[in-house]
């Protein structure tokens, strides 16, 4: 039952942090090494059932090879699973030379178009409140990306990964380091850079959540006060400039501040619906009624438009990425490689991750 389970279920689900297909592997890694793990209590699984191990293969190891089974214990399947006829022929295509090549160029490319991008998030004042409303999705992709990289290269490049005495390992191995064109020094320095890049991000986007509701109620409020007072402009009591008195249009600017003022927070789904709404309707009254020939209706208009669009962005504001970005920002995979290898790049990362 618990192996069958492994093999089909999203059971710790973290698919839905990592919804790219390419990263399903990483996003099902902490189940794989469980099942790697629950399939030694029953072996004739390993020796004899090939189709249920090329499943197995085909959904957890397809890209990788080297895994973690908890805090940095790692292990190499090709070793670990020399012994089982089932379980080595179904590695057998993952560990096909083009397909180590095509895993080790597609990762050797990533790290290359990631680094700029990553400094550039980085650079003094680019990571701004409004950016982030407006590229939640993109930046959180970009987090994705580097981390998934970074696991990907640092388990498979690890020296406690490759028995060296193994022929075999040795040349894949290799073959890694060289069609990934391994730079530890780059390796290190994203790592930081993507450190640095999560820890910003969180807690600018702590901040903003702590404030959500108060800015929501605030653009809520501005919305709602300009509308109304359209509406006076329309009834003629309240003198603009060339604007004659519209009993039509005083009635619909009232009937839209009431709809902006009975916008509820706690329903953030319909709220966000019901506010394109409103802000469709604003840029129809425009066009409809031709009211671009006064520049301070138009000034009205397009500031309600405005806080509606901050309306929007606010409540885009959500828990549930922080919780993707803990859960994609996990590092421990990296515990005992970080201590035993690689010590000229990545002896102070302890400190780096103490001090997050």
């Not at 650079?123 to 409004?130: A, H, I, P």
């Not at 990289?149 to 406690?160: K, Q």
């Not at 005083?250 to 009975?262: D, G, H, L, N, P």
């Not at 994609?328 to 790049?345: E, P």
């Given at each position: 039952m618990v192996i069958g389970r492994l093999r089909s279920d999203d059971i710790y689900n973290q698919v839905s942090a990592y919804p790219l297909p390419e990263h399903r592997s990483t996003a099902l890694a902490n189940q794989a090494a469980m099942l790697y793990v629950c399939l030694y209590f029953s072996p004739s699984i390993l020796?004899?059932?090939?189709?249920?191990?090329?499943?197995?293969?085909?959904?957890?190891?397809?890209?990788?090879?080297?895994?973690?089974?908890?805090?940095?214990?790692?292990?190499?399947?090709?070793?670990?699973w020399?012994?089982?006829?089932?379980?080595?022929?179904?590695?057998?295509?993952?560990?096909?030379?083009?397909?180590?090549?095509e895993q080790a160029t597609r990762y050797a490319a990533s790290i290359e178009s990631l680094r700029p991008q990553v400094q550039q998030l980085l650079?003094?004042?680019?990571?701004?409140?409004?950016i982030i409303l407006d590229n939640i999705p993109k930046l959180?992709?970009?987090?994705?990306?580097?981390?998934?990289?970074?696991?990907?290269?640092?388990?498979?490049?690890?020296?406690?990964?490759?028995?060296?005495?193994n022929k075999r390992l040795r040349q894949i191995k290799d073959q890694v380091l060289?069609?990934?064109?391994?730079?530890?020094?780059?390796?290190?320095?994203?790592?930081?850079?993507?450190?640095?890049?999560?820890?910003?991000?969180?807690?600018?986007?702590?901040?903003?959540?702590?404030?959500?509701?108060?800015?929501?109620?605030?653009?809520?409020?501005e919305g709602s006060e300009r509308m109304t007072e359209l509406a006076e402009v329309f009834s003629g009591v309240k003198p603009l400039t060339r604007v004659e008195k519209n009993e039509n249009l005083?009635?619909?600017?009232?009937?839209?501040?009431?709809?902006?003022?009975?916008l509820n927070y706690e329903d953030s789904t319909a709220a966000g619906r019901k506010t394109v709404q409103l802000i469709q309707a604003l840029v129809e009254v425009q066009e409809f009624h031709q009211l671009e020939?006064?520049?301070?209706?138009?000034?009205f208009l397009a500031d309600t438009r405005k806080f509606l669009h901050q309306m929007i962005r606010t409540i885009n504001i959500k828990e549930e990425v922080l919780i993707t970005m803990?859960?994609?920002?996990?590092?421990?995979?990296?515990?005992?490689?970080?201590?035993?290898?690689?010590?000229?790049?990545?002896?102070?990362?302890?400190?780096?991750?103490?001090?997050q």
């Open positions: 020796h004899t059932q090939q189709a249920k191990m090329r499943e197995i293969v085909d959904k957890y190891f397809p890209d990788n090879w080297v895994i973690s089974i908890y805090m940095g214990i790692t292990v190499n399947l090709v070793e670990a020399e012994p089982y006829k089932a379980a080595k022929t179904a590695l057998n295509y993952t560990l096909d030379s083009a397909n180590i090549k650079k003094e004042g680019f990571l701004r409140e409004e959180l992709n970009c987090l994705r990306d580097c981390n998934v990289a970074i696991r990907w290269l640092m388990l498979h490049s690890a020296e406690s990964a490759y028995d060296p005495n060289n069609d990934s064109k391994y730079n530890p020094k780059i390796l290190f320095q994203l790592l930081l850079d993507t450190a640095q890049f999560e820890f910003t991000l969180k807690e600018m986007f702590k901040q903003m959540l702590s404030e959500k509701q108060l800015k929501w109620e605030s653009y809520k409020k005083q009635a619909w600017f009232r009937e839209i501040s009431k709809q902006i003022e009975s020939s006064n520049l301070q209706v138009c000034q803990q859960i994609v920002g996990d590092l421990s995979y990296a515990w005992q490689i970080i201590d035993r290898s690689h010590v000229n790049y990545f002896v102070n990362i302890k400190r780096l991750l103490d001090l």
